[in-house]
């Protein structure tokens, strides 16, 4: 089955400063990458996904990279404000399969003011 | 985008009882949802995938007598957790692909539901 690692597990920045978060996959049939934004007590909420035909994808200050050869995605966000913070997760998954979403650990990302 | 609902959003019952979870997509239908479970500071763990019209798969370690899933419609699938135990606590969350919205698989989640067993 598809394993995805995701890290950091936690990171601090400034606001204003960007922040990177990776993960990899193990399932070359994967072709859907998710990232959701879930704060304490809430649901997550899909921020940006990338099919495997494209190599980056961009939503103002939110961007996410592919490199299909690598199997790893990234999750960019620029601009950092304090109302980012949150745990963010990424995930990996077929299209039009059916399948669930296969679901890194997470990344808890603070920014302060 | 697509809004997922649940309810209730948060239960506390008595070791012993069974709760039942409702999760219902509201502006689209979905034949397929999941139901994944998260305890504290950790990530989702994909419990049952729903289907409508047949029955309910299973991830390896999950008792299908125990978390029953019933699909009654296109927009609303349950999940009861029969004879609730303290270790049943945690944080419920479903999702439902919107395969209707331009040919995708984007998965809208549902703002979960805490439970808490005595």
């Known amino acids: 089955g598809e394993n995805v690692e995701q890290h950091p597990s936690t990171l601090s920045v400034q606001e204003g400063d960007s922040a990177v978060i990776k993960c990899t996959y193990s399932?070359?049939?994967?072709?859907?990458f998710p990232w959701y934004k879930q704060e304490l007590g809430k649901g997550p909420q899909l921020i940006i996904d990338i099919r495997s035909n494209v190599g980056e994808k961009k939503d103002q200050r939110i961007a996410v990279t592919l490199n299909k050869t690598a199997k790893h995605f990234s999750l960019h966000i620029t601009e950092t404000q304090p109302e980012d913070s949150a745990v963010y997760f990424c995930a990996a998954s077929r299209l039009n399969s059916g399948y669930a979403l296969n679901f890194g650990k997470g990344t808890s990302l603070l920014v302060t003011p | 985008g697509a809004v997922v609902s649940q309810h209730p959003s948060r239960v506390i019952c008595k070791s012993g009882t069974s709760v039942k979870i409702e999760c219902r997509s509201l502006?689209?239908?979905?034949?397929?949802m999941f139901w994944y479970r998260q305890f504290p500071k950790q990530s989702l763990m994909l419990m049952a995938t729903?289907?409508?019209?047949?029955?309910?798969?299973?991830e390896q370690g999950v008792e299908k007598d125990k978390f029953l899933i019933n699909h009654a419609s296109l927009t609303l699938s349950t999940l009861t957790v029969t004879s609730a135990h303290p270790e049943d606590s945690s944080f419920y969350i479903c999702?439902?692909?919107?395969?209707?919205?331009?040919?995708?698989?984007?998965?809208?989640f549902g703002p979960g539901t805490r439970l808490t067993v005595l």
């Open positions: 729903s289907n409508e019209g047949s029955k309910a798969t299973y």
């Open positions: 502006d689209f239908q979905a034949t397929t």
């Open positions: 399932d070359s049939a994967s072709n859907y």
């Open positions: 999702s439902a692909p919107n395969g209707l919205a331009g040919g995708t698989d984007t998965q809208y």
